[in-house]
């Protein structure tokens, strides 16, 4: 080879220094690569977190509506029981106030009819003292058919002032119970 001198010293210089600046380009395109495969995997893997914080936050939301249907389920059913349980005792004490009425009302008719056959009796009677012992027999009748009336009044009007008071203990233990967890927070 021949030496051509300072040109080509100077040109094997620049061709050093461009074939060094490739290099560290090439190097450094190397080093991004990895930093961007680095960046990728990083990515992914914030992805695969994204995921899967997704896919549990899915989870704990179909947890909490199952759970939240089920109690308010639950709810519906014990107010329907209550109900349920209430109509029937409400029926029962209609049939038991339906006996009463219709023995009432028999034994009723019964001394009503009894105290219109005596009053043909009564007014056949001539003797003061005789028709005045028939009329306050007949009196007295008529107000023993007058008080049980009054007495089945009496009966179905305590009857409705313990339903109402029951009722109301019911409401007012309802309320406590459904403040008591709000207290125990």
């Not at 380009?25 to 695969?48: M, P, V, Y």
Request: glycine residues 4%.
């Amino acid at each position: 080879m021949v030496d051509e001198g300072p040109q080509s010293a100077a040109e094997r210089e620049a061709r050093i220094a461009a074939r060094r600046k490739r290099i560290q380009e090439k190097l450094a395109a190397i080093r991004q690569g990895d930093n961007a495969g680095t960046q990728e995997a990083a990515q992914q893997q914030e992805i695969s977190r994204t995921t899967q914080q997704l896919l549990e936050s899915s989870r704990l939301l179909l947890r909490l509506k199952y759970e939240t249907t089920k109690a308010v389920t639950a709810v519906r059913v014990q107010g329907d029981e209550l109900e349920n349980a209430r109509r029937q005792k409400e029926e029962h004490v209609r049939q038991d106030l339906r006996n009463k009425l219709l023995a009432e009302a028999e034994a009723a008719a019964a001394a009503n009819a009894s105290i219109a056959v005596q009053w043909g009796a009564v007014i056949a009677l001539e003797v003061p003292q005789d028709l005045f012992q028939a009329i306050e027999q007949q009196q007295m009748a008529c107000e023993a058919v007058i008080a049980s009336k009054d007495r089945l009044i009496a009966g179905q009007q305590i009857g409705n002032q313990k339903q109402r008071a029951c009722c109301d203990m019911q409401h007012a233990d309802n309320r406590v119970q459904q403040q008591q967890p709000l207290l125990q927070a």
